[in-house]
């Protein structure tokens, strides 16, 4: 297969952490942070394929693929189990800090009632529940609220203090709060959000360089979403490929919205981001093995225009092959070591 046209640039880009950060009496905790570059590409040559074989070779040899995009709106990784929690500290506080982080939805009801009551427009940011065994504290709930407001409930929800922080509270879009800012784990999530609009027609493209936490991540998802940039080809698509079957030039595209889970090729190998070595993976489109496993040597031009059209919305009646070739482009998705 052939591979033609040079890669496309990178749209905006913007940063989301899940972790709010602890108040200004937590003790904090250092974390160490490395750069990991994120790559993507397209394998569409068999012969250099890793599941190249001479079958896959002659499924393949009628279909040259000249263009390749995709848009991705966003990059997110989990960090694996345990992750930023000290031994026998399962909540991700310091030493000196026993309380349980509560998410929003953890508050009680009578808590939740205050709130709404008397902070309608003053959202939260996080909440601790203070070690029940520590009899010298007068309150157990400790609320803080986005513009700073903190408020302390007794155990019977009554209100013991308010005091307010000048500097606020940061709040993430989920309304989340799983510990120190400096403290991560299997909760919590990096989220790297574009739209990265990738032309993956010839070798390997940068998606993004970025800091993030060392540690462990057992997840990379990223999730395709319609372009909305009218001056791109993939205005209104998600993914979209041009080329030719046996000659005659055709032209698929997509418009679906979706989640790809990408892993290892290797079922128990997790993404490991250390300190002192370059951090690189890179996504890899199998399209090789997308066209071995669908055939669209039998598409159709039935509107006689000169091209092969295969997408959800064709006029060559090609719209069920349009959603066998999606499928198997999630299916053939894989996470590489660079």
């Known amino acids: 297969m052939k591979i033609l046209k040079p890669i496309a640039g990178l749209l905006g880009i913007a940063l989301?952490?899940?972790?709010?950060?602890?108040?200004?009496?937590?003790?904090?905790?250092?974390?160490?942070?490395?750069?990991?570059?994120?790559?993507?590409?397209?394998?569409?040559?068999?012969?250099?394929?890793?599941?190249a074989t001479a079958s896959l070779a002659k499924a393949t040899s009628?279909?040259?693929?000249?263009?390749?995009?995709?848009?991705?709106?966003?990059?997110?990784?989990?960090?694996?189990?345990?992750?930023?929690?000290?031994?026998?500290?399962?909540s991700g506080s310091s030493s000196e800090d026993d309380a349980d982080y509560l998410n929003f939805d953890e508050l009680p009801n009578e808590i939740l009632a205050y709130l709404d009551e008397n902070y309608p427009n003053d959202a939260f940011c996080k909440g601790e529940l203070e070690d029940e065994h520590d009899e010298d504290d007068p309150y157990k709930y400790e609320i803080?609220?986005?513009?700073?407001?903190?408020?302390?409930?007794?155990?019977?929800f009554s209100v013991y203090a308010t005091e307010t922080d000048d500097e606020g509270c940061e709040i993430d879009d989920d309304d989340t709060t799983e510990g120190d800012d400096d403290r991560y784990d299997s909760e919590d999530d990096f989220e790297l959000t574009g739209p990265f609009e990738l032309n993956l027609s010839s070798d390997v493209v940068t998606v993004i360089e970025v800091e993030i936490p060392v540690g462990e991540y057992d997840e990379v998802e990223f999730e395709m979403e319609r372009s909305e940039n009218p001056m791109s080809d993939l205005y209104k698509k998600s993914i979209?490929?041009?080329g030719t079957i046996s000659?005659?030039?055709?032209?698929?595209?997509?418009?679906?919205?979706?989640?790809?889970?990408?892993?290892?090729?290797?079922?128990?190998?997790?993404?490991?981001?250390?300190?002192?070595?370059?951090?690189s993976v890179v996504f890899e489109f199998d399209l090789v093995t997308v066209f071995s496993l669908v055939d669209i040597s039998n598409a159709t031009d039935a509107n006689g225009n000169g091209t092969i059209e295969i997408s959800p919305e064709d006029n060559d009646g090609n719209n069920e092959l349009a959603n066998r070739i999606k499928e198997a482009i999630k299916d053939y998705v894989d996470l590489l070591d660079d």
């Not at 200004?24 to 750069?35: A, E, F, G, L, R």
């Not at 993507?40 to 250099?48: K, L, N, Q, V």
């Not at 979706?258 to 090729?265: K, L």
Request: glycine share 6%.
């Open 16 to 51: 989301l952490f899940s972790c709010s950060s602890d108040d200004s009496n937590s003790d904090s905790v250092s974390v160490q942070k490395s750069s990991l570059e994120i790559k993507a590409t397209a394998t569409t040559d068999a012969s250099a394929a890793k599941t």
């Open 62 to 90: 009628d279909v040259e693929i000249s263009e390749f995009l995709i848009n991705i709106k966003n990059v997110e990784l989990e960090f694996a189990e345990g992750f930023g929690m000290s031994a026998g500290d399962s």
């Open 144 to 156: 803080e609220l986005q513009s700073g407001t903190e408020i302390y409930f007794r155990a019977d």
């Open 240 to 242: 979209l490929m041009r």
């Open 247 to 279: 000659g005659t030039p055709f032209e698929f595209f997509h418009t679906f919205s979706e989640e790809f889970e990408v892993d290892y090729e290797d079922a128990g190998q997790n993404l490991v981001i250390t300190e002192d070595n370059r951090n």
